[in-house]
């Protein structure tokens, strides 16, 4: 299935639409394997959104743009594959655009993140060439769709690196663009 014993994601999401009846809540992954755990969960949810950027060809092999859910499901995912090599602007670029389309349909009453590092380009595993503040942006470019959308409520939770600098330094440039937004609120 992949790297996760434990879908973190998924049970923030359906808690939110379980607990505090949230009807469309969307999940942005941008950890650089495909979310194919999270997105088998929610394949049929009209009320859960899921966007995945990663690496592909890579592991588990799913993740094409094709994959858009299936019945009350249908049109709720959003796939980012993205090659080895691609540039980092054009990775970002086409990140938040299709950030932009999913949000717009989606129209969230929470985001909840996938924070993961591995597409670090430093990082053994993944290594998608992004640099530690490409994440910063990555933040930002959510924390907006959070903040035009649903009043800025958003959750990270915390995926994984394998390289423990890049990890340090990325996870610091996330946080410190939460910290700043929420000292601003």
């Not at 999913?102 to 993961?116: D, F, N, Q, Y």
């Not at 670090?120 to 942006?137: C, K």
């Not at 907006?144 to 994984?160: H, Q, T, W």
Request: hydrophobic share 40%; glycine share 8%.
């Amino acid at each position: 299935m992949g790297f996760c014993l434990f879908n973190n994601a998924a049970i923030a999401a359906r808690q939110a639409t379980a607990e505090h009846r949230l009807t469309r809540v969307l999940i942005v992954d941008w950890d650089v394997h495909h979310g194919n755990g999270t997105q088998d969960i929610f394949y049929n949810d009209a009320e859960i959104y899921f966007l995945s950027a990663h690496r592909f060809p890579f592991y588990p092999g799913s993740g094409t743009r094709e994959e858009t859910g299936t019945g009350q499901g249908l049109g709720t995912v959003f796939n980012l594959p993205v090659e080895y090599g691609t540039a980092r602007h054009r990775y970002l670029a086409e990140f938040e655009q299709l950030l932009a389309d999913c949000a717009k349909r989606c129209h969230p009453e929470l985001v909840v993140i996938s924070a993961g590092f591995d597409a670090h380009r430093l990082d053994p595993i993944g290594s998608l060439d992004l640099e530690t503040e490409d994440f910063a942006q990555l933040t930002r470019l959510v924390l907006d769709v959070a903040d035009e959308y649903c009043n800025g409520r958003c959750v990270s939770l915390l995926e994984g690196g394998y390289n423990v600098q890049a990890l340090a330094e990325s996870v610091e440039q996330h946080l410190t663009v939460i910290a700043d937004r929420d000292s601003k609120l």
